[in-house]
T-cell receptor
């Protein structure tokens, strides 16, 4: 079974703090994604990576950065946390291939609260 | 305009009912389509892919209408365990496996 793990289920930080969210997948997937999920807005893509050291901006990259130094690990960084970054953060991974191979597997999510 | 739009619901149905959800997408270049299921406080998981000719998986039937740019999910003989949020997902293949998610339709199946 594909397993995607995230470093924390719940996190509380203060405004201005630097926040690191870690994601690890064990299926040798090329692609990894960071989303945030907010009520009524659905999942919105922050950043994704299709290879080690490669990254692409998603739809809402402002205020975030990412790092992918190893294939299995994709980190999301909030350089200076703000209250509007309070959200559920979901990491996902997928293989590269035809349509049926591109199922995205999600981690359990990190609920981040910024005070 | 959102890439993918869904009726948020909730749809409240009795056990055994048949219920259908629709989802519209804006980009005619969309190539692949999926339904994901998300239980309360859990991560989304793939329910089924949607094929051009339509496809069925047990009590679940998915349909694609490219001309009108919508996909549908039909659930027959609803079970209590079907209560969840159903996410419509569209994939632009040329865009590095980037998925567009709808905001989800909530289904409550009641005894």
């Amino acid at each position: 079974d594909v397993k995607v793990t995230q470093s924390s289920r719940y996190l509380v930080k203060r405004t201005g703090e630097k926040v690191f969210l870690e994601c690890v997948q064990d299926m040798d997937h090329e692609n990894m994604f960071w989303y945030r999920q907010d009520p009524g807005l659905g999942l919105r893509l922050i950043y994704f990576s299709y290879d080690v050291k490669m990254k692409e901006k998603g739809d809402i990259p402002e205020g975030y950065s990412v790092s992918r130094e190893k294939k299995e690990r994709f980190s999301l960084i909030l350089e200076s946390a703000s209250t509007n970054q309070t959200s559920m953060y979901l990491c996902a991974s997928s293989a590269t291939g035809g349509p049926l191979a591109r199922e995205q597997f999600f981690g359990p999510g990190t609920r981040l609260t910024v005070l | 305009r959102k890439e993918v739009e869904q009726d948020p619901g909730p749809f409240n149905v009795p056990e055994g009912a048949t219920v259908a959800f629709n989802c519209t997408y804006s980009n005619s270049a969309s190539q692949s389509f999926f339904w994901y299921r998300q239980d309360c406080r859990k991560e989304p998981k793939l329910l089924m892919s949607v094929y051009s000719s339509g496809n069925e998986d047990g009590r679940f039937t998915a349909q694609l209408n490219r001309a009108s740019q919508y996909i549908s999910l039909l659930i027959r003989d609803s079970k209590l365990s079907d209560s969840a949020t159903y996410l419509c997902v569209v994939d632009l293949i040329y865009n590095f496996n980037k998925f567009y998610f709808g905001s989800g339709t909530k289904l409550n199946v009641k005894p």
